[in-house]
C-alpha cells in the first residue's frame, strides 16, 4: 500500500468542507434577510446597527432547521455512505485517496466510517491532523485509534501494445 501524502488529505477536508460552508452561508443570509424587524427603521438590509425586532422570523427558522438538516444529511452521506461504502469522500474522490481498514485494505463500512469522523474531533486538541507529517503509516490519531490507513489506489496498468 501506499500511503497517501498529508497534503492530499488536507486538501480533500477543504473540498469536503466547502458545501457545509455554503449551506452555513446560505443559512445565515436567509435568516439575516427573513428577521422580522418590527421597528428597523433603515432599509438596508446590511445595517449592522441596533435593531429592534423580535428575532428569527417564521422563515427564519425553517431556513435555520432545514439548512442543518442538509448539513447534517450531506455529513452522513459523505463520510458514512460514500466514504464508508467506497472508501473516498468527495474530497477524497478528486484527490485519488482512499481509507481502508488496516488489516483488511477494504473500505470499513457506514458505522465505522462514521465513527472515525467522530473521533477526528479529538484530532484538533491534540495536533492529530499534524500527526500524518511524521507518522511511518501517515495515520492521524483517529486513523489510529479505528485502525484505518489514507491510501493511494493503485495506479491502472495499460498494456503496451507491440507494432506487428
Keep these: 500500500m501506499t500511503y497517501a501524502p498529508w497534503w492530499r488529505r488536507a486538501v480533500a477536508t477543504v473540498i469536503d468542507l466547502l458545501p457545509l460552508l455554503v449551506l452555513t452561508a446560505a443559512g445565515a443570509a436567509l435568516v439575516w ?81 462514521l465513527l472515525r469522523q467522530a473521533v477526528h474531533l479529538t484530532d484538533l486538541s491534540i495536533v492529530g491532523y499534524l500527526w500524518p507529517l511524521w507518522d511511518t503509516k501517515r495515520q492521524s490519531f483517529a486513523d489510529k485509534v479505528m485502525e484505518t490507513v489514507c491510501v493511494l489506489p493503485p495506479r491502472k496498468r495499460t498494456p503496451v501494445s507491440g507494432t506487428h
Excluded: E
Design 33 to 113: 434577510f427573513t428577521r422580522d424587524r418590527l421597528c428597523d427603521t433603515d432599509t438596508s438590509a446590511f445595517d449592522g446597527g441596533a435593531q429592534c425586532g423580535d428575532g428569527y422570523s417564521t422563515w427564519g427558522y425553517v431556513s435555520l432547521i432545514a439548512t442543518w438538516a442538509l448539513m447534517v444529511g450531506y455529513l452522513v452521506w459523505n463520510y458514512g455512505y460514500r466514504q464508508g461504502r467506497t472508501g473516498a469522500s468527495l474530497g477524497k474522490t478528486v484527490l485519488h485517496v482512499r481509507v481502508v481498514g488496516q488489516i483488511s485494505g477494504a473500505p470499513i463500512g457506514f458505522a465505522r466510517s
